[in-house]
T-cell receptor, first 115, second 115 residues
């Protein structure tokens, strides 16, 4: 069963703690992305990666970090420097280069709540 | 300023009825336009991707149209079903405001189909 998995579905953290969101894909896609979705807002790009060991900042990278040590995995760390971390986080992947006509496939999302 | 504007913000229709969702964009130059369906608490799922040379594309009961001259797109849903209740997101790929190529997401139209 191919696809993108994100875990956990719900995550609760205290303010000041770093937290890592998992994203795994078995679609053999080269490109992977992290987006943030807030109520009443469009999705905003946090980071993207074209290949292993390479990643680029998106529009709202401050307070976030990523790694791409394996093709299948693109974890996102929300650091204590992120001012408003509570949001719905979506991971996506595509077979070809980012920002092209290649379709992006999204994971089920992780809802992070920081109190 | 969001360069992809969707209307209406929300829409309620009866099962079996048709509806049309609108998307106006100012992203230029323009590469492609996508429509996604997002169920509550889930990741978006692609419905269509259209390049500037395409003016209509269908996916089952969903038909997207594109007028690249007026920078408008619409998504028409025929014979609506309860399972069509979701948010529909318009996404434009282009180079907004002289920056680098990127995907610009609309805020979505929330459709509710009632029995």
């Amino acid at each position: 069963d191919g696809g993108i998995t994100q875990s956990p579905k719900y995550l609760f953290r205290k303010e000041g703690q770093n937290v890592t969101l998992s994203c795994e894909q078995n679609l053999n896609h080269d490109a992977m992305y992290w987006y943030r979705q807030d109520p009443g807002q469009g999705l905003r790009l946090i980071y993207y990666s074209q290949i292993v060991n390479d990643f680029q900042k998106g529009d709202i990278a401050e307070g976030y970090s990523v790694s791409r040590e394996k093709k299948e995995s693109f974890p996102l760390t929300v650091t204590s420097a992120q001012k408003n971390p509570t949001a719905f986080y979506l991971c996506a992947s595509s077979i070809g280069p980012p920002l092209s006509t290649y379709e992006q496939y999204f994971g089920p999302g992780t809802r992070l709540t920081v109190t | 300023k969001n360069q992809v504007e969707q209307s209406p913000q929300s829409l309620i229709i009866l099962e079996g009825k048709n509806c049309t969702l609108q998307c106006n964009y100012t992203v230029s130059p323009f590469s492609n336009l996508r429509w996604y369906k997002q169920d509550t608490g889930r990741g978006p799922v692609s419905l269509t991707i259209m390049t500037f040379s395409e003016n209509t594309k269908s996916n089952g009961r969903y038909t997207a149209t594109l007028d690249a001259d007026t920078k408008q797109s619409s998504l028409h849903i025929t014979a609506s079903q309860l399972s069509d209740s979701a948010s529909y997101i318009c996404v434009v790929s282009g180079i907004p405001q002289g920056g680098s190529e990127k995907l610009v997401f609309g805020k979505g139209t929330k459709l509710t189909v009632n029995p």
